[in-house]
T-cell receptor
Framework: GENVEQHPSTLSVQEGDSAVIKCTYS??????FPWYKQELGKRPQLIID?????GEKKDQRIAVTLNKTAKHFSLHITETQPEDSAVYFC?????????????FGQGTRLTINP | NAGVMQNPRHLVRRRGQEARLRCSPV?????VYWYRQLPEEGLKFMVY????????ESGMPKERFSAEFPKEGPSILRIQQVVRGDSAAYFC???????????????FGPGTRLTVT
């Protein structure tokens, strides 16, 4: 089955700087890669996703890149702000036999220092 | 435009009791997923259901756990004879009718935090 590894587990950056979180996956059939942001005690919130037919997607300060050959994808946050502080999870899945269970990484606790 | 609803938000059960967790998907969504999150850990898939059908229950323990998504009403995750190790946050997610070959987005509910004493 699919296995997703996420690094780093914790990340601390100065406000205004960029943050990068990286994930690798094992199943070459995976074709959908969402990123979720989870604040303490809250629900995971979908912030951006990418499908395997594109290599990069951007939404304001957030971007995701995908390298299918190397089986890794990354989240980039630019001009970080205190409200970006949260735990971020990457995930991978594929349309396999009608099921699309998300396999999550272990999470990255991002802290933005003012 | 209501999102995924879950209740109760917090549930305390003594060992050996039953826990029933409810999930109402986004209106129009026909696919429901349940995930479990242990403290300080990521989310683990448990079960995937469509109306009146369990599609994939490969992540759900074989004993004590069951799930359903009836034709009418919310999806229910049922845990019988709870033990301390069942203490976790249980999240439900829903997605619209999925289109092959690429999966659809999953939107999560606020979760039910189960504490077993």
């Amino acid at each position: 089955g699919e296995n997703v590894e996420q690094h780093p587990s914790t990340l601390s950056v100065q406000e205004g700087d960029s943050a990068v979180i990286k994930c690798t996956y094992s199943d070459s059939a995976s074709n959908y890669f969402p990123w979720y942001k989870q604040e303490l005690g809250k629900r995971p919130q979908l912030i951006i996703d990418i499908r395997s037919n594109v290599g990069e997607k951007k939404d304001q300060r957030i971007a995701v890149t995908l390298n299918k050959t190397a089986k890794h994808f990354s989240l980039h946050i630019t001009e970080t702000q205190p409200e970006d502080s949260a735990v971020y999870f990457c995930a991978a899945t594929s349309f396999l036999q009608g099921a699309q269970k998300l396999v999550f990484g272990q999470g990255t606790r991002l802290t933005i220092n003012p | 435009n209501a999102g995924v609803m879950q209740n109760p938000r917090h549930l305390v059960r003594r060992r050996g009791q039953e826990a029933r967790l409810r999930c109402s998907p986004v209106k129009g969504h026909s696919h429901v997923y349940w995930y479990r999150q242990l403290p300080e850990e990521g989310l683990k898939f448990m079960v995937y259901l469509q109306k009146e059908n369990i599609i994939d229950e490969s992540g759900m323990p074989k004993e004590r756990f069951s799930a359903e998504f009836p034709k009418e009403g919310p999806s229910i995750l049922r845990i019988q004879q709870v033990v301390r190790g069942d203490s976790a946050a249980y999240f439900c997610a829903s997605s619209p009718l999925q289109g092959s070959p690429s999966p659809s987005e999953q939107y999560f509910g606020p979760g039910t935090r189960l504490t077993v004493t």
